[in-house]
């Protein structure tokens, strides 16, 4: 009477111990939690998380690995990238003084990167943990911040997140001197693109060299800023950088700058929209890795060593150089 009972109920053990095995393995319960008050802490501040988020239920059979904007490492069943991008607030516009708090995605273990761009936030808090060594969110490798609404304050809690490569902070309201000590301590960048502020040449030229610590920093973005001609005599801290970009800056003047020639790896300058005149300097034959050149200009402006110096000058392989004078 009892011995077939016996076996259906070991059958259904072993259901639920399969489930239990396969569910765990799709999505951690504490990296769920932490998702889903990231949800909350959304809705409190009127974003749209209904047509944006809806998939993210808390529903104890819902696997996290499966919800929109969420990617998880199929073989550890870790979060590992977040597209949190473009989550509108209900009401038009950035109406919001919001502080974004880092932390609350320190339970995702294993995430290496992160899309907050484009959120209206304002500010930005990451909280240390003292009680433990590890540093917070120790695998983010990137960072994006693109299209909101920092200002400089964004700046000194971002020295935490020390294992970054790419770090864009594109489009914000960060004005003032490029924070060059902060940034000196993010020492894996590859990437670091704070173009579309209003940062300016640090006070001294001196204090640049604290940026010698970035070796592996290949591209920099300062384009839509306000640095100007300076700015070359600071690039003798980066001599390992490919792509340099400085488009639309306060560049005014002649060319001639020892730092910018020392820059032997540099395939990309991008010195278009500035208010360079005069003389182009024949050290530029020394960067023999460029490869694209734009000193294209604005039609209000005038680039007169165009016509001063042939383009023969340019004795770079392929180089592309896109120069329009008018
Ligand atoms: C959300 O919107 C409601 C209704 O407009 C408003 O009363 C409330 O203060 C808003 N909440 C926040 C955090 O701004
Ligand atoms: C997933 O995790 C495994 C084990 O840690 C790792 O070897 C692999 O590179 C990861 N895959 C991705 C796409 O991150
Ligand atoms: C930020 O979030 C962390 C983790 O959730 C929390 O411990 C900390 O108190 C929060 N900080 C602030 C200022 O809200
Ligand atoms: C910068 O942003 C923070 C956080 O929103 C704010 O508290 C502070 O007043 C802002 N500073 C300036 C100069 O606007
Ligand atoms: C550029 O190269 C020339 C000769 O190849 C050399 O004399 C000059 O010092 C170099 N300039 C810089 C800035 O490296």
Redesign the pocket.
Same mark, same amino acid.
């Given at each position: 009477m009892e011995w077939p009972c016996m076996t259906w109920c070991l059958q259904l053990l072993f259901v639920v111990f399969v489930v239990q095995i396969c569910g765990n393995k799709g999505c951690f319960q504490e990296e769920k939690i932490a998702l889903l008050e990231y949800k909350e802490f959304l809705k409190f501040h009127n974003y749209s998380v209904q047509s944006f988020l809806s998939s993210w239920v808390n529903d104890p059979n819902s696997d996290c690995c499966t919800w929109k904007r969420v990617t998880c490492? @199929? @073989?550890?069943g870790?979060v590992?990238h977040l597209s949190l991008d473009s989550i509108m607030q209900e009401q038009e516009g950035c109406s919001l003084n919001l502080n974004l708090n880092l932390s609350m995605f320190q339970p995702l273990k294993?995430l290496?990167s992160l899309d907050l761009s484009s959120n209206c936030f304002s500010g930005l808090i990451i909280t240390e943990d003292d009680h433990r060594s590890v540093s917070t969110l120790k695998m983010l490798k990137t960072l994006d911040l693109s299209h909101n609404s920092f200002n400089w304050s964004i700046i000194r809690p971002l020295k935490s997140l020390t294992s970054l490569k790419n770090l864009i902070l594109r489009d914000n309201y960060i004005r003032g001197d490029f924070p060059v000590q902060e940034l000196s301590i993010l020492q894996n960048l590859e990437m670091l693109d704070v173009s579309w502020n209003a940062l300016r040449n640090p006070s001294t030229v001196k204090d640049f060299h604290a940026l010698s610590t970035l070796k592996k920093l290949k591209t920099l973005d300062l384009g839509y800023n306000i640095f100007d001609g300076k700015i070359f005599e600071c690039l003798y801290a980066l001599p390992t950088l490919s792509f340099l970009l400085l488009d639309a800056n306060s560049i005014s003047g002649a060319l001639n700058s020892q730092g910018l020639c020392n820059m032997k790896t540099l395939q990309q300058l991008d010195l278009s929209d500035n208010s360079i005149s005069g003389t182009l300097s024949t050290c530029l034959n020394n960067l023999t890795s460029l490869r694209t050149l734009d000193l294209s200009v604005g039609a209000y402006r005038h680039l007169s060593f165009l016509t001063l110096h042939p383009l023969s000058i340019f004795h770079f392989g392929r180089t592309i150089l896109k120069a329009h004078s008018h």
């Amino acid at each position: 009477m009892e011995w077939p009972c016996m076996t259906w109920c070991l059958q259904l053990l072993f259901v639920v111990f399969v489930v239990q095995i396969c569910g765990n393995k799709g999505c951690f319960q504490e990296e769920k939690i932490a998702l889903l008050e990231y949800k909350e802490f959304l809705k409190f501040h009127n974003y749209s998380v209904q047509s944006f988020l809806s998939s993210w239920v808390n529903d104890p059979n819902s696997d996290c690995c499966t919800w929109k904007r969420v990617t998880c490492n @199929s @073989s550890t069943g870790h979060v590992i990238h977040l597209s949190l991008d473009s989550i509108m607030q209900e009401q038009e516009g950035c109406s919001l003084n919001l502080n974004l708090n880092l932390s609350m995605f320190q339970p995702l273990k294993e995430l290496k990167s992160l899309d907050l761009s484009s959120n209206c936030f304002s500010g930005l808090i990451i909280t240390e943990d003292d009680h433990r060594s590890v540093s917070t969110l120790k695998m983010l490798k990137t960072l994006d911040l693109s299209h909101n609404s920092f200002n400089w304050s964004i700046i000194r809690p971002l020295k935490s997140l020390t294992s970054l490569k790419n770090l864009i902070l594109r489009d914000n309201y960060i004005r003032g001197d490029f924070p060059v000590q902060e940034l000196s301590i993010l020492q894996n960048l590859e990437m670091l693109d704070v173009s579309w502020n209003a940062l300016r040449n640090p006070s001294t030229v001196k204090d640049f060299h604290a940026l010698s610590t970035l070796k592996k920093l290949k591209t920099l973005d300062l384009g839509y800023n306000i640095f100007d001609g300076k700015i070359f005599e600071c690039l003798y801290a980066l001599p390992t950088l490919s792509f340099l970009l400085l488009d639309a800056n306060s560049i005014s003047g002649a060319l001639n700058s020892q730092g910018l020639c020392n820059m032997k790896t540099l395939q990309q300058l991008d010195l278009s929209d500035n208010s360079i005149s005069g003389t182009l300097s024949t050290c530029l034959n020394n960067l023999t890795s460029l490869r694209t050149l734009d000193l294209s200009v604005g039609a209000y402006r005038h680039l007169s060593f165009l016509t001063l110096h042939p383009l023969s000058i340019f004795h770079f392989g392929r180089t592309i150089l896109k120069a329009h004078s008018h």
